[in-house]
């Protein structure tokens, strides 16, 4: 069955550290998102990528890195500039600009 | 002011219930959408729709473009409803998200 695949479910950072977060699609989807998820707010985006070797910041980009290598994937760096990294990172796809996303399971990023 | 707003933030009903949840927004759109998200953080697409009404099982979907309105209805909730409802809009390259309707049905 196609979907997107996001790992690990949970994750767990040190103060100083680069974690990165896995996102697999194999629905063969052009454009993949990048979402974070806080309690009682919608979802804001991080990046997001219409093509590969291509991606576009999105409103709160500072403290994320990305990476489109292939079509099938597109991992987030959080790293040690995020300064509140904790929270639900949801990763999406779609097949052109138009469409409904397809999610991932999401990973829940803590900080010990 | 956000550009999605969704009413009621919780909802708890009791099974058999006729629901709605509520979506204003204040931005051009191409489509409006519906996603369900269970306890485990898992969303699934229910509707996405442009103008009118739609139709699936026992959810409906409709959207008002004139007013920036659109409404999720469940007929004869179940408890297996029980998750947040979040509506979206999409236009141009990214989507605007609501915060989400959590709602709990009750046997």
């Known amino acids: 069955d196609g979907g997107i695949t996001q790992s690990p479910k949970y994750l767990f950072r040190k103060e100083g550290q680069n974690v990165t977060l896995s996102c697999e699609q194999n629905l063969n989807h052009d454009a993949m998102y990048w979402y974070r998820q806080d309690p009682g707010q919608g979802l804001r985006l991080i990046y997001y990528s219409q093509i590969v070797n291509d991606f576009q910041k999105g409103d709160i980009a500072e403290g994320y890195s990305v990476s489109r290598e292939k079509k099938e994937s597109f991992p987030l760096t959080v790293t040690s500039a995020q300064k509140n990294p904790t929270a639900f990172y949801l990763c999406a796809s779609t097949p052109g600009q138009v469409g409904p996303q397809h999610f991932g399971d999401g990973t829940r990023l803590s900080i010990l | 002011k956000n550009e999605v707003e969704q009413s009621p933030q919780n909802l708890t009903a009791q099974e058999g219930e006729f629901i709605t949840i509520n979506c204003s927004y204040s931005?051009?759109?191409?489509?409006l959408h519906w996603l369900q998200q269970h306890p485990g953080g898992g969303i699934v697409s229910l509707f996405m729709?442009?103008?009118g009404k739609k139709k699936h099982g026992r959810l409906i979907a409709t959207i008002n473009i004139q007013e920036k309105h659109s409404s999720l209805h469940i007929t004869a909730s179940h408890p297996r409803d029980s998750a947040v409802y979040i509506c979206?809009?999409?236009?141009?390259?990214?989507?605007?998200f609501g915060a989400g309707t959590r709602l709990t049905v009750k046997p």
């Open positions: 979206a809009v999409s236009g141009g390259n990214d989507m605007r």
């Open positions: 931005v051009g759109i191409s489509a």
């Open positions: 729709l442009s103008s």
